[in-house]
């Protein structure tokens, strides 16, 4: 990051009251957890067949497969040991200076809510929360890790199921509420550690009116074009340097 990148983005901070972070994976690779759309489709000789990781998260594959589903949930979804990173820390200062309003993060680990982060919009869920789908009882992770292969709950026998949204399930509607509505609020928005690829989550910057703009990713995402600042830098070293120098 150059140091007129740094002042820059120092500026903005310095400039916004009603910030709104929205983020994605790339906020938490640093953290050692990586994107699940670069693990292996997971062959299985049961059933003959190769599944894209999107295909393992899906609604149908947990119905039709639940062993394997949670057999592959374990394996690349839970992440027990990651702590939150610079990024994560930085937010949660920001917040506590009153210049963070909201983050919206389409990740599930709960590392913004472990760094000290108060208001968190998780369009996607968490994996720190499960629930029976027979009487509603919410189980920490710990339920899923070992009761394997299919977790089951305690009081009724029912499935226990991540409180995750899995492909072909909607986005709780109150989340997107909140989530749309910072947005819509925010003095500045920056987007960091996604591309911007996964929707509906993605399409949600298009409720900003603020007044600055910021993507902070390694890779071109759709918003770069109408941003005031755009950094190709690692998310993590980037954020705590800015609020450094406030």
């Known amino acids: 990051m150059s140091g007129d990148e740094l002042r820059a983005l120092t500026e903005i901070l310095r400039d916004s009251h009603r910030l709104v972070f929205f983020g994605g994976a790339g906020v938490s690779t640093e953290s050692g957890i990586p994107d699940f759309r670069s693990a292996d489709g997971l062959y299985s000789e049961k059933y003959k067949a190769t599944f894209s990781p999107e295909e393992l998260v899906s609604h149908t594959f947990y119905e039709k497969y639940p062993e394997e589903f949670f057999s592959f ?14 990024a994560h820390l930085a937010l949660a200062r920001l917040e506590e200076l009153g210049r963070l309003a909201a983050i919206v993060t389409q990740n599930i680990d709960g590392l913004h809510q472990q760094a000290g982060s108060k208001r968190v919009y998780e369009l996607h869920g968490s994996t720190l929360r499960n629930y029976c789908e027979s009487c509603g009882e919410f189980y920490p992770v710990e339920h899923i890790i070992t009761h394997q292969p299919i977790p089951c709950c ?9 409180d995750v949204v899995l492909y072909e399930e909607p986005l ?5 509420e909140g ?13 960091g550690g996604t591309s911007l690829v996964v929707q509906p989550a993605a399409s949600f910057i298009r409720y900003f009116r603020g007044s600055h703009l910021v993507v902070i990713n390694m890779t071109a995402t759709g918003a770069d074009r109408a941003a005031e600042l755009v950094i190709r830098q690692p998310i993590g070293t980037v ?7 406030l």
């Open 73 to 86: 949930y374990r394996e690349k979804l839970i992440n027990r040991e990651a702590k939150p990173n610079g």
């Open 179 to 191: 989530a749309v509505s910072a947005i819509a609020a925010a003095d500045t928005l920056i987007i």
């Open 172 to 176: 709780n509607g109150g989340v997107i």
């Open 154 to 162: 305690d009081k009724c026998g029912g499935r226990v199921k991540p």
């Open 239 to 245: 954020l705590p340097a800015a609020a450094a120098g």
